[in-house]
């Protein structure tokens, strides 16, 4: 069965016009969340808010609500749906800001509230870019032994910008490259013996490639080893 669309700010207004003006009678905490309320018109229901909203406008019950108030609310708790959703993204693991960006745009939000939540997240420094470009490149190297260029490519398909990636990738010298092209040649060395000889330095040389090598260091070490112990 296909859930019921979530009511647009220009559905709730409507639904507020035949309420408002008219004064607060209760405020009621949601069983579902201890930080989302209930606010009541003449104990009729209008909308639920987050306790960010209920704070922001000091709301309170016998406060008289008029339109113009409502529709600044319905836009502070629209875009404190959004902030929500992305701190919800960002408690479970890094992200780019260009990964937010396109999650939150297919949930359907605003791209104009998307982005100034995005500044507002950026400047207090819950998105940091730099930061999570160094932390990738660093896991993937060290965890998942990829390569410069792997790393490179997927950071771009991220959304981060050139300068960024190459400061995560000035991590990791010529040398420590190698040192991962000899570990892997090492740990696939059975797999790769199952071919014969004459074909075994290339499997090796595109299994390093895939991997995100570049070919300069995989040579200079394929060249070093002796071709009978490949």
Same mark, same amino acid.
């Given at each position: 069965?296909?859930?019921?669309?979530?009511?647009?700010?220009?559905?709730?207004?409507?639904?507020?016009?035949?309420?408002?003006?008219?004064?607060?009678?209760?405020?009621?905490?949601?069983?579902?969340?201890?930080?989302?309320?209930?606010?009541?018109?003449?104990?009729?229901?209008?909308?639920?808010?987050?306790?960010?909203?209920?704070?922001?406008?000091?709301?309170?019950?016998?406060?008289?609500?008029?339109?113009?108030?409502?529709?600044?609310?319905?836009?502070?708790?629209?875009?404190?749906?959004?902030?929500?959703? !992305? =701190?919800?993204?960002?408690?479970? *693991?890094?992200?780019? /800001?260009?990964?937010?960006?396109? @999650?939150?745009? #297919? +949930?359907?939000?605003?791209?104009?509230?998307?982005?100034?939540?995005?500044?507002?997240?950026?400047?207090?420094?819950?998105?940091?870019?730099?930061?999570?470009?160094?932390?990738?490149?660093?896991?993937?190297?060290?965890?998942?032994?990829?390569?410069?260029?792997?790393?490179?490519?997927?950071?771009?398909?991220?959304?981060?910008?050139?300068?960024?990636?190459?400061?995560?990738?000035?991590?990791?010298?010529?040398?420590?490259?190698?040192?991962?092209? !000899? =570990?892997?040649?090492?740990?696939? *060395?059975?797999?790769? /013996?199952?071919?014969?000889?004459? @074909?075994?330095? #290339? +499997?090796?040389?595109?299994?390093?490639?895939?991997?995100?090598?570049?070919?300069?260091?995989?040579?200079?070490?394929?060249?070093?080893?002796?071709?009978?112990?490949?």
């Amino acid at each position: 069965m296909l859930r019921p669309n979530k009511p647009s700010p220009d559905d709730l207004i409507e639904k507020a016009s035949g309420l408002l003006p008219g004064k607060i009678s209760k405020i009621t905490s949601q069983k579902k969340s201890t930080t989302r309320f209930s606010l009541f018109i003449d104990d009729e229901f209008l909308i639920g808010v987050s306790d960010s909203t209920i704070t922001r406008f000091d709301l309170k019950p016998g406060q008289l609500l008029i339109a113009d108030s409502f529709e600044q609310i319905i836009a502070f708790e629209h875009k404190w749906k959004i902030k929500e959703y !992305l =701190l919800d993204l960002l408690s479970r *693991r890094d992200h780019a /800001r260009h990964e937010l960006r396109i @999650k939150a745009t #297919k +949930k359907g939000y605003s791209k104009d509230d998307i982005t100034s939540i995005l500044e507002e997240l950026t400047a207090k420094g819950y998105i940091n870019n730099k930061a999570f470009a160094k932390k990738f490149a660093s896991d993937k190297f060290h965890f998942n032994n990829w390569g410069r260029k792997k790393i490179e490519i997927e950071l771009l398909k991220k959304g981060l910008e050139v300068h960024e990636i190459e400061e995560a990738l000035d991590q990791f010298g010529k040398e420590e490259s190698e040192d991962k092209v !000899l =570990l892997l040649i090492s740990k696939n *060395r059975a797999r790769f /013996r199952r071919v014969d000889i004459e @074909k075994r330095k #290339k +499997k090796i040389f595109d299994f390093l490639l895939r991997k995100g090598y570049d070919s300069e260091s995989i040579l200079k070490v394929l060249n070093k080893i002796d071709p009978e112990k490949l």
